[in-house]
């Protein structure tokens, strides 16, 4: 759990989510569970939609509100939790669209958590990698663009430099994703390397929100 930023007492309280008077009120129209329907469960696997009452217990915000309102725990350790339940609302609005808030950037979220964390799995996973991948694509090497793109986002969260030297032919080739990250890493070591993304893929959400956070962050970011 510490890979995670989840191994003191303040960190484990922002994993609240709600109390049993809050799961009272949510069950309160659900029949009663009768454990005599075998066929009930099917094989078949399937996704189930958004579901707000989901989404509400879900919400890291209003599970930090309810903590408060519970007065379960003392008051000091609420205080503490405020940084889990922050890391706990960047990961899940990463993951989950319907928990994003209004103005929502995911570039944002991640310069605060390379900036103000040592954490290296959390970026990742915000990111769409992980540990495992990362060793895997490493076993791959850059040549690959899926490879790179994991390459990349892995010297993110380890806070090492992008390769050097750099060159554009090498950017080209990378995937969207990794073009972005790449370019996100250049603009955290106060260079610009937005100019080099294609212009057809400028109208991605991802391409607008790492340029709307690079006009405020990133230097030369004119493009």
Same mark, same amino acid.
């Given at each position: 759990?510490?890979?995670?930023?989840?191994?003191?007492?303040?960190? $484990?309280?922002?994993?609240?989510?709600?109390?049993?008077?809050? $799961?009272? !009120? &949510?069950?309160?129209?659900?029949?009663?569970?009768?454990?005599?329907?075998?066929?009930?469960?099917?094989?078949?696997?399937?996704?189930?939609? =958004?579901?707000?009452?989901?989404?509400?217990?879900?919400?890291?915000?209003?599970?930090?509100?309810?903590?408060?309102?519970?007065?379960?725990?003392?008051?000091?350790?609420? %205080?503490? =939790?405020?940084?889990?339940?922050?890391?706990?609302?960047?990961?899940?609005?990463? &993951?989950?669209?319907?928990?994003?808030? +209004?103005?929502?950037?995911?570039? =944002?979220?991640?310069? !605060?958590?390379?900036?103000? #964390?040592?954490?290296?799995? *959390?970026?990742?996973?915000?990111?769409?990698?992980?540990?495992?991948?990362?060793?895997?694509?490493?076993?791959?090497?850059?040549?690959?663009? *899926?490879?790179?793109?994991?390459?990349?986002?892995? +010297?993110? %969260?380890?806070?090492?430099?992008?390769?050097?030297?750099?060159?554009?032919?090498?950017?080209?080739?990378?995937? %969207?994703?990794?073009?972005?990250?790449?370019?996100?890493?250049?603009?955290? !070591?106060?260079? =610009?390397? *937005?100019?080099?993304?294609? !212009?057809?893929?400028?109208?991605?959400?991802?391409?607008? #929100? &790492?340029?709307?956070?690079?006009?405020?962050?990133?230097?030369? #970011?004119?493009?």
């Amino acid at each position: 759990m510490r890979r995670f930023g989840i191994d003191e007492p303040g960190q $484990l309280a922002a994993q609240f989510m709600a109390d049993a008077a809050v $799961l009272r !009120e &949510l069950t309160a129209q659900t029949p009663p569970l009768v454990d005599d329907f075998p066929r009930r469960i099917g094989p078949a696997f399937y996704t189930e939609p =958004s579901t707000p009452r989901y989404v509400r217990l879900m919400d890291a915000r209003l599970g930090r509100e309810r903590l408060e309102a519970t007065h379960l725990l003392p008051a000091a350790l609420v %205080a503490e =939790s405020a940084a889990g339940f922050r890391r706990r609302d960047i990961l899940q609005a990463a &993951l989950y669209p319907a928990l994003r808030p +209004a103005g929502y950037n995911l570039w =944002s979220d991640v310069a !605060e958590l390379v900036r103000g #964390s040592g954490l290296v799995d *959390l970026p990742r996973w915000v990111l769409g990698s992980g540990a495992t991948v990362a060793r895997i694509a490493a076993r791959v090497g850059p040549a690959d663009p *899926l490879a790179a793109e994991h390459l990349a986002i892995d +010297a993110l %969260a380890n806070r090492r430099r992008p390769p050097q030297p750099w060159e554009r032919g090498r950017f080209m080739a990378m995937t %969207a994703k990794g073009q972005l990250v790449t370019a996100f890493h250049h603009c955290l !070591e106060g260079r =610009s390397v *937005l100019e080099w993304i294609p !212009e057809d893929r400028r109208a991605g959400e991802m391409y607008r #929100s &790492l340029l709307a956070w690079a006009g405020d962050n990133c230097r030369a #970011s004119e493009v």
